[in-house]
């Protein structure tokens, strides 16, 4: 085998998603810590302790308890390589979720076992369907109060669209919870609630083992078996070939915050899960065990250290070995660059790599040569698609409140756009700017950073907005007349193309009837 190929296979990469507070950071941390990259779990809510979650480190972050830009984070797990992305539940940022799941070969759900599956799920495994993404779904907090685990997995099956097969199954759950009979590998776990400690395993030779009985009671162990043997008699044998053609999603009971069922995931999903898989560019569909090296740009992050003014292209890599210091081609430049200084992360602590193979994100310094959705090569010339800008939702004009910052506030919104934070269109009627975003927390977000990371102020102006979308038309006279009559709602984008700012969905529905020969898209990618 030769050594690339040797490594594609030890690689697992995949995001973890799932609603606000369904215990998605807290399930990342315990990956870290069976994977000894990190020590202590420091919980994430409460601010008593000041050791915050490794994964989240923005400042604002760490205020509000929850993440808002995706975390990269490596580590070995016996013979494997694991890359986790964690990415941000809040449906704010949805924008860099969708983007984040370009990057991964396969996905683990987080549902909270008392409120279910929730919008924001529903929306990202809607994005994992468009790019058949297998998934693996984790039902968490079972040490509390919660809904049947029979109901849940209805519920999985009819809110997410997709066959479920439980790999695992909990004995009681809320006060009365005890532990989970693992059916991958037919063992039982009992439960000590314990943050720091992993509970004690059972060993059993199969499901009719009296020892079984010796640990959780007769009760127990009675309902036990009769669910272990409705499961058998309703839910299809599981199937590894299924589950990567994402037809069935394998599914796991615990609770991150008590280390709890999280072992017996990671271990079944680095047997299972696939090893990075062929990319579609717009040229060919390419392997990753192609010799010549290739990979994308599919989020862009400035300041990781407040004491540096830098952004970090994240890079997954697709094919190929990543040399430090080789030239690659930036294909949309068409020029060769070189980097000295390629990361690889945990959490935010980084070292320097010399190499990384495919399945691997790597962090490259960038000084402004990238752009969400570049492509970096040995020198074909390829495009990586499906890194959609969506049409935003909400907007407001961005105004300067300091004229003596001007450069710098200029500075931090491009850098923040080049981010995929938020969209920018300037209006063509009074040149104003007027930043587009996806959820309200992005405005704070914008603001809090270009205060705190550029020294620049800027405050909000309402405009009353619907929809904003991106116009094209074969026919120039046709294009011209658009403008005309609409020249008060034309904008461009960053890109310099041309934008319908639409102040009310009767306003877009018109234009749409009125100008037929003009083709209206609601996401940047056409």
């Given at each position: 085998m030769s050594q690339l190929t040797d490594e594609i296979s030890r690689r697992r990469t995949f995001a973890i998603i799932s609603h606000p507070d369904a215990g998605k950071t807290t399930l990342t941390e315990k990956l870290l810590l069976f994977g000894g990259a990190i020590h202590i779990a420091g919980a994430v809510k409460s601010n008593k302790i000041k050791k915050t979650a490794t994964s989240d480190w923005m400042e604002i972050e760490k205020q509000r308890g929850i993440s808002v830009a995706t975390s990269v984070m490596g580590f070995n797990y016996g013979d494997y390589k694991i890359n986790i992305l964690d990415t941000p539940g809040h449906q704010d940022f949805a924008e860099d979720t969708y983007r984040t799941l370009?990057?991964?070969?396969?996905?683990?759900?987080?549902?909270?076992?008392?409120?279910?599956?929730?919008?924001?799920?529903?929306?990202?495994?809607?994005?994992?369907?468009?790019?058949?993404?297998?998934?693996?779904?984790?039902?968490?907090?079972?040490?509390?109060?919660?809904?049947?685990?029979?109901?849940?997995?209805?519920?999985?099956?009819?809110?997410?669209?997709?066959?479920?097969?439980p790999l695992s199954w909990p004995i009681n759950i809320g006060a009365k919870f005890k532990g989970v009979y693992n059916i991958y590998e037919n063992s039982l776990d009992l439960f000590t609630p314990d943050k720091q400690r992993v509970s004690e395993r059972v060993e059993i030779d199969n499901v009719n083992d009296p020892r079984i009985e010796d640990a959780v009671g007769e009760q127990d162990a009675a309902k036990l078996r009769e669910d272990l043997e409705l499961i058998e008699g309703v839910y299809p044998e599981f199937s590894v070939e299924d589950y990567r053609n994402a037809m069935v999603a394998p599914v796991f009971f615990g609770s991150a915050l008590n280390t709890f069922g999280v072992k017996e995931l990671l271990d079944c999903f680095v047997k299972i899960a696939p090893e990075p898989q062929k990319v579609k560019a717009e040229e060919r569909e390419v392997s990753p065990d192609e010799e010549p090296f290739s990979g994308f740009v599919f989020k862009i992050h400035a300041n990781m250290d407040p004491n540096h003014r830098s952004c970090i292209a994240f890079v997954k890599v697709c094919s190929g070995k990543f040399e430090r210091n080789a030239p690659y081609l930036h294909v949309r430049s068409g020029k060769q660059l070189r980097f000295a200084a390629p990361t690889a992360f945990m959490a935010q602590k980084k070292s320097i790599v010399d190499e990384a193979f495919p399945g691997d994100i790597v962090g490259i310094p960038d000084t402004g040569n990238f752009k969400i959705g570049d492509t970096l090569t040995s020198g074909e010339v390829l495009h990586y698609r499906g890194l959609p800008s969506f049409s935003p939702e909400m907007f407001k004009y961005i105004e300067?409140?300091?004229?003596?910052?001007?450069?710098?506030?200029?500075?931090?919104?491009?850098?923040?756009?080049?981010?995929?934070?938020?969209?920018?269109?300037?209006?063509?009627?009074?040149?104003?700017?007027?930043?587009?975003?996806?959820?309200?927390?992005?405005?704070?977000?914008?603001?809090?950073?270009?205060?705190?990371?550029?020294?620049?102020?800027?405050?909000?102006?309402?405009?009353?907005?619907?929809?904003?979308?991106?116009?094209?038309?074969?026919?120039?006279?046709?294009?011209?007349?658009?403008?005309?009559?609409?020249?008060?709602?034309?904008?461009?984008?960053r890109e310099g193309r041309d934008v319908f700012l639409a102040d009310s969905s009767y306003v877009l529905t018109m234009a749409q009837n009125d100008f037929p020969a003009i083709r209206f898209h609601f996401s940047s990618e056409f």
């Open positions: 370009t990057a991964v070969d396969s996905v683990i759900i987080v549902v909270d076992v008392a409120k279910g599956v929730e919008q924001q799920t529903r929306k990202l495994m809607e994005v994992c369907r468009m790019r058949n993404t297998p998934v693996i779904i984790f039902v968490n907090k079972l040490d509390r109060e919660g809904r049947d685990p029979f109901d849940i997995l209805d519920e999985l099956e009819s809110e997410l669209k997709i066959s479920v097969r300067n409140t300091d004229p003596m910052k001007t450069k710098q506030l200029d500075k931090g919104v491009q850098q923040l756009m080049d981010e995929g934070v938020a969209q920018l269109f300037t209006n063509q009627f009074n040149g104003r700017k007027i930043i587009g975003t996806v959820g309200q927390l992005q405005f704070e977000v914008i603001q809090y950073r270009l205060l705190h990371e550029y020294g620049a102020q800027c405050r909000w102006e309402p405009i009353s907005l619907y929809k904003a979308c991106w116009i094209e038309s074969d026919d120039a006279e046709a294009l011209s007349a658009f403008k005309k009559r609409k020249h008060q709602f034309m904008a461009v984008d």
